[in-house]
């Protein structure tokens, strides 16, 4: 953004102070999430930066806390680091436990919100859809409720039927609350779909299921992708329906996360807040690169 | 018959059919109901999916707001005494089946739930009920004086009144009691006493903190999506990565790092006593308060503004400022008169989408709100976790959900649900 | 040598997930769950092959109610205070335990005149320990030493935040003391109304500078990280902080309130039977002994106490740390749990309106 040749020294000024300001606010947005890394590599059990560590001395420094993420639970975590000691940490860290939870609940209930959202984005973005604004409100209100009450609702519900503390109860609930990220970013790319594609596909020859197969599918693709992604992401950044529902067998991360901040937080917390951090930057590229492609594909704005 | 009519109506267009021999409108008609069943049918697995996992568990839920029968189903031969007499004061006829009721409830254990349902609408009774079932076997007609003797608390007349009305398995009560309402002794209701004052105030603090966020994420919003538009698309998109970062960080890892950062012997007041600008002894409380809460929730919901700001600042076209400027306006008229009008669609959607997030938000404050800094949401967690007054707990939860969805359809009316962008 | 231990332990883990025998135990965690899991859950599944799945609340009264109100229930065991086991029992929620059953004192005495007989008022309950709520200060950050329950509400004398637990219970006791309400007075003063109107008037001096915590390992942390200096606490979870961590703490034992905790059965616990085995396993003489090793609470059978020695340092003699001990019950308050399986829930529901005022 360059300055007009006619900028007043007034304007010249207030243009850097604004520059400044807008570099404070984007410190504001990130500093907060990059200081845990370092502070998850701390030698001391502290939440500062201690001595050692601001001139760099690499005894302030140490992986302890994440090697307290795979030793926490174990059965035997002093002993030798064989193949035992691994299976050990496979089977009973807590931390690894609760891994291998939020992985299952987040695969099954990602794969059950983004088939049937993909569904129902193709019905709701055809012009002849009846209902559609009053269907698509519905569908996205999982995200607008309240998270207490959507919890509150399936509490009881799922006590009444039996889905209560099972995988499935989660992976249900989930899958709901993933929903409208998959309905919005999938009719978002629907709605820059050019739908004589489909009218020359079935000129051709072709006949609906191919066409979807080989001219909807492969455009929208990126789109499902994403949508897919933010629905997994929203299963694996939720705890208050898994507080509720779920029974110390549906242990995920972010529960785990949540009984240890509510106690103390151990810098061990900080040390898995990295790793998530780490995830959600591995995410966001990917998501970035579909949207990108996405766009290509389309021949939307070349960027 | 119908296909007469419509011949006649449409004149020639009547005369063309289809190869079969069908009324060419017909067709299409029947061709268009076809394809808005097969759309229907596209959104249907879903719609049937949310609606069982979602609409009618919440439905569920709130009738729980306005359907309790504890009193009615544990105290029969009093709820019975009630719908005989609906006028009366409480006679001989009504301690006895007061005494029976009891004598029942101590056998079935159910006397604690009766007196707890009961001291709902008026504090302080539970006891009379636990404590009087302990000593009901031993009481004798007439059953009055007896059940006084044990307990002079009986005489009360809202107590009384409060009976009556929870015998009622439909009933008013919870809602009465969210906006702090209680029964008076004559059977009237008013507000409730000072000290039992609690859920107004909080509608309100949840209103206003969530108005103070909204408001602080419109001021830091607005700079940096003004800045994001008007870069070049290369640099903007490696700005926007600052903006998305947050938005995909997981809610428990951020405000982790708020706690870190604003506790006590935090980062913050670390450093600042390290830099010799605060004592040790006068470290700032910035956690487990308001502010704590505050800066966090500013912070996680900010990118739900800048996104959508954005995305409208985007295409506001610079020729208009150039051409007010042009015609001799200065810089801060342009801003004010020309710039920021054309924003407000951004602004709207940005504030409400903030607000409505802000007013449902439950971790952030659970963690870092202490006593002061709580929502209404945890309120209704304390019902459904704590206290287990689940049918309050509906109660505040509908009276919540009414607000959101409200403002929901506002939202929808000003900026349309299919507009909603994520990154 | 060690090889061969694990491969028994991994065939051993096989072989229970055959039989699929398991009882999940509910308690307060940290330090606590930890000296249960140790003196009972460990031995409990090497002797019965009965997997122990361990879960923790911070009351673990509140989860066990809602379970079986929603139908709903999880949870075989919990570890509950009296007041909670006798308003729960009286509610229903419970089980009903025959105590003629639990196993006799090494001398043959039976169960029934082994247990101290304060704890044995609830027929849904069998008593594990005795505890106290105390209140504890970080010696490095408090000026001076407190040493009675007034200087904790004394916050001129000693500046500083205070810790608390959010629940009324010991908390208003705590205040009344405080306030001059001698011991043996203060449940007939919290029995009127103007008693409570005192005791939150009391409270209201300090309002200001209490940070609440709820699960029993928050108030060391609190005191550790400076963020209080001074704390209401369990006393078990002060006395491993400063034995195996370390941590500067003191204890005011002026005007502890001593409590039992107790082990019941959720109504319709899914494992009823296991659940039952597990409780006379845990509550038998040696047990109860051996978990004191692990924490300073105390036994709730005579008979245990003799078998009651050293911490699993190996060097701290648990005597003295002990909330039974002679010099510790001097100024000491028993908890009435009569007066709160009655009161508890109107007290709550004031002291939360309190809060949010």
């Known amino acids: 953004m360059a300055l007009p040749i006619y900028a007043s020294p007034l304007e010249r000024l207030w243009h850097y102070v604004y520059l400044v300001l807008c570099g404070l606010i984007f410190f504001f947005l990130i500093a907060p999430i990059l200081v845990i890394i370092p502070l998850s590599f701390n030698a001391e059990p502290y939440f500062t930066f201690t001595q050692k560590m601001l001139t760099f001395d690499p005894e302030g420094y140490s992986t302890r806390w994440y090697e307290n993420l795979l030793t926490f639970g174990m059965l035997e975590p002093g002993a030798a680091r064989d193949g035992n000691w691994w299976s050990d940490v496979w089977q009973n860290a807590a931390w690894v436990k609760a891994a291998k939870n939020s992985v299952i609940i987040g695969f099954f209930s990602t794969i059950l919100a983004t088939s049937l959202g993909t569904l129902a984005a193709l019905g709701l973005s055809r012009p002849e859809m009846p209902y559609q604004k009053a269907i698509m409100a519905i569908l996205i209100s999982p995200m607008i409720v309240p998270i207490i009450i959507t919890a509150t609702g399936l509490f009881f519900f799922y006590s009444a039927t039996g889905l209560a503390n099972s995988y499935l109860g989660v992976v249900l609930a989930h899958a709901t609350l993933g929903i409208p990220f998959v309905i919005i970013t999938v009719t978002a790319t629907l709605s820059g779909f050019d739908r004589s594609l489909l009218r020359a596909s079935a000129n051709l020859g072709a006949g609906p299921v191919r066409t979807f197969f080989k001219v909807q599918l492969p455009l929208i693709t990126p789109g499902v992708v994403s949508g897919a992604l933010f629905a997994f992401v929203t299963s694996f950044d939720e705890v208050v329906v898994v507080l509720f529902i779920g029974s110390h067998e549906q242990q995920t991360i972010p529960r785990q996360m949540w009984n240890g901040i509510r106690e103390q937080i151990s810098p061990s917390i900080l040390a898995v807040a990295t790793l998530l951090v780490i995830i959600s930057i591995a995410l966001l590229t990917t998501v970035e690169l579909l949207r990108r492609r996405s766009e290509r594909l389309r021949g939307m704005s070349p960027t | 018959m119908a296909d007469t009519a419509a011949q006649m109506q449409t004149g020639i267009a009547g005369a063309l059919r289809t190869p079969d021999g069908r009324p060419l409108k017909q067709a299409l008609a029947q061709a268009e109901r076809r394809a808005r069943i097969r759309a229907f049918l596209l959104v249907l697995p879903l719609l049937a999916f949310v609606l069982l996992t979602f609409i009618i568990p919440i439905g569920q839920m709130l009738s729980r707001s306005v359907l309790n029968d504890t009193f009615s189903a544990n105290m029969p031969a009093l709820t019975q005494w009630f719908s005989e007499n609906p006028d009366a004061e409480p006679n001989e006829a009504a301690f006895e089946a007061l005494v029976t009721d009891l004598r029942a409830a101590r056998e079935n254990r159910t006397q604690g739930a009766v007196g707890t349902r009961i001291n709902y609408e008026v504090p302080g009774t539970r006891s009379l009920f636990t404590s009087t079932a302990r000593r009901v076997d031993g009481l004798e007609p007439p059953f009055r004086e007896a059940v006084l003797d044990v307990d002079k608390g009986w005489e009360r007349r809202d107590l009384w009144a409060a009976m009556r009305s929870a015998a009622k398995p439909v009933t008013l009560n919870f809602y009465q009691a969210a906006v702090d309402r209680k029964i008076t002794p004559d059977g009237q209701f008013a507000r409730a006493d000072e000290q039992n004052r609690i859920y107004v105030t909080l509608f309100m603090r949840t209103f206003v903190l969530s108005i103070v966020i909204t408001g602080l994420c419109l001021i830091l919003g607005f700079p940096v999506a003004h800045l994001l538009a008007v870069l070049p698309m290369r640099k903007a998109s490696l700005l926007l990565i600052l903006v998305l970062l947050p938005f995909w960080t997981s809610l428990l890892v951020r405000t982790t790092s708020w706690m870190v950062l604003l506790q006590g012997q935090g980062v913050i007041n670390n450093t600042l006593v390290g830099l010799g600008i605060l004592g040790d002894d006068n470290r700032l409380a910035m956690m487990y308060n308001q502010t704590g809460t505050i800066i966090a929730m500013t912070h996680i919901l900010l990118p739900f503004m800048i996104l959508p700001l954005y995305s409208v600042m985007k295409t506001i076209p610079p020729s208009y400022a150039r051409a007010a400027r042009s015609l001799g306006a200065t810089s801060w008229t342009t801003f004010r008169r020309i710039y920021v009008p054309q924003t407000v669609p951004g602004i709207g959607a940005g504030a409400i989408l903030v607000f409505i997030l802000a007013v449902g938000y439950y971790i952030t404050p659970a963690l870092v709100g202490g006593a002061t800094g709580t929502l209404i949401s945890n309120q209704i967690a304390f019902h459904m976790l704590s206290s287990l007054n689940w049918s309050l707990a509906a109660a505040l939860a509908a009276m919540l959900l009414a607000a959101v969805l409200v403002l929901y359809w506002v939202y929808d009316r000003i900026v349309g649900i299919d507009n909603m962008k994520l990154g | ?357």
């Not at chain 3, 408090?142 to 959010?166: E, I, W, Y």
């Open chain 3, 1 to 357: 040598m060690k090889k061969t231990l694990i491969l028994t332990t991994a065939l051993t883990g096989l072989a229970f997930a055959a039989s699929a025998q398991e009882v999940t135990v509910m308690s307060w965690g940290g330090a606590y769950t930890k000296s249960q899991v140790e003196a009972y859950h460990k031995p409990f599944t090497a002797e019965t092959g009965i997997k122990v799945n361990s879960v923790d609340a911070d009351n673990p009264a509140t989860p066990i109610k809602a379970q079986v109100e929603a139908g709903n229930i999880t949870v075989d065991v919990a570890d509950i205070e009296l007041a909670d086991a006798v308003r729960l029992c009286d509610e229903g929620l419970l089980e009903v335990i025959d105590h003629s059953a639990l196993p006799p004192a090494p001398d043959g005495t039976p169960a029934t005149e082994d247990f101290l007989p304060a704890g044995m008022v609830s027929d849904c309950a069998v008593p594990s320990i005795v505890w106290s709520t105390i209140v504890a200060y970080n010696t490095n950050n408090v000026q001076g030493t407190p040493t009675t329950l007034a200087d904790f509400f004394d916050t001129t004398a000693f500046p500083g935040k205070r810790g608390a637990r959010k629940d009324p219970t010991a908390l208003l006791e705590m205040a009344l003391v405080a306030d001059g309400v001698p011991a043996d007075q203060v449940y007939d003063t919290l029995g009127t109304d103007a008693g409570v109107d005192r005791a939150f008037a009391k409270l209201d001096t300090i309002k200001s500078d209490i940070v609440w915590w709820e699960a029993g390992a928050q108030p060391p942390q609190l005191l550790a990280d400076g963020e209080v200096v001074m704390t209401t606490a369990y006393n078990g979870r002060i006395f491993n902080a400063q034995v195996t961590e370390n941590q500067p703490f003191g204890i005011i034992w002026d005007g502890q309130i001593l409590d039992f905790d107790l082990f019941v059965i959720p109504k319709g616990a899914p494992n009823k039977e296991e659940a039952l085995k597990f409780i006379s396993f845990a509550t038998d003489t040696q047990r109860l002994a051996d978990q004191a090793a692990w924490i300073s609470y105390g036994p709730a059978r005579k008979s245990s106490a003799p078998f009651v020695g050293l911490f699993n340092d190996g060097k701290t003699e648990m005597g003295p740390h002990m909330p039974t001990a002679p010099e510790n019950l001097k100024t000491a308050l028993a908890n009435d749990f009569e007066f709160w399986a009655d009161r508890k829930v109107e007290l709550t529901e004031r002291f939360n309106a309190w809060l949010l005022q």
